[in-house]
């Protein structure tokens, strides 16, 4: 690994790079905030393809791509004397210090004592967060709207544990996921669309409610499982090409037996 004076003069070969494409490369010289943001999303999900990969080498160029993509803003931001790459630094620094007052304030020897649990630091971290001068004036303000709905689903239910708002026991949330499985069978045989697209949503909630208690994160979950339904469809799909039998024409009886095929190639 790269001792602080290599990782320094990396950062700072950066800077400079990025200095060189903003003045001389038609491309970068004329890039916006709001031109840069789709593929900012864009990089990011790809790093998120990456992490759930594991792969660690695709990881490291996927964070390249973000680290490009946040010396990008900030240099926007210095040539209209908004904000340069050190006030985001600073700025990073001083939340994260007022936000662990428990590592850098007088709360420290409660760590080393033992006295603080993870759940209690994360309690603290929200209210901070609430506290600070120009932090969120309401617990879920700083949620996202433009966050995906699962996962914004599981912010706010993070946010909300994070004052309290929380059941006593994870057991008893079983009970809200058979409720809203009820709910939703109810509103499913009145066939009323409307009510059943909420109901609907009330359920995947309370499903996603209890993957947080059990500490499973649903989006990686969903997304494995998208995953897996994808290498055993593709299975079926190339098994029908190769017999010369389109899956159209299959049975449902036929199809599913070339689909446990496919679960025990895995």
């Not at 500490?215 to 997304?223: C, I, R, S, V, Y």
Request: charged share 40%; aromatic share 8%.
């Amino acid at each position: 690994m790269h001792t602080r004076e290599e990782k320094l003069a990396a950062f700072g070969r950066l800077l400079d790079v990025m200095d060189e494409l903003r003045e001389k490369c038609p491309w970068d010289r004329k890039q916006t905030n709001e031109s840069l943001r789709p593929n900012t999303i864009e990089e990011t999900y790809e790093l998120a393809d990456a992490i759930i990969k594991n792969d660690k080498a695709d990881i490291c160029k996927e964070l390249g791509d973000v680290l490009l993509h946040i010396v990008f803003y900030a240099k926007i931001g210095s040539e209209t004397n908004d904000f340069d790459i050190a006030d985001v630094c600073d700025k990073l620094c001083d939340k994260l210090i007022y936000r662990h007052p428990h590592v850098f304030g007088p709360e420290a020897e409660r760590i080393e004592k033992g006295e603080l649990t993870v759940d209690q630091v994360l309690q603290n971290w929200e209210q901070l967060k609430v506290k600070e001068k120009d932090g969120n004036k309401r617990v879920l303000s700083g949620v996202p709207d433009a966050l995906p709905s699962l996962i914004k689903a599981y912010r706010i239910q993070d946010k909300a544990r994070g004052v309290g708002f929380d059941w006593d026991k994870r057991e008893q949330v079983w009970d809200k996921v058979r409720e809203e499985l009820g709910e939703l069978e109810a509103e499913l045989n009145r066939e009323d669309k409307e009510k059943s697209t909420q109901e609907l949503g009330d359920f995947i909630f309370s499903v996603i409610n209890a993957a947080r208690l059990y500490k499973l994160n649903p989006d990686t979950a969903l997304e494995l499982t998208n995953r897996k339904f994808i290498r055993r469809f593709t299975y079926l799909e190339e098994h029908s090409i190769r017999i010369g039998k389109p899956l159209t024409k299959m049975t449902l009886e036929e199809m599913d037996k070339i689909w446990e095929e496919a679960k025990k190639q895995e």
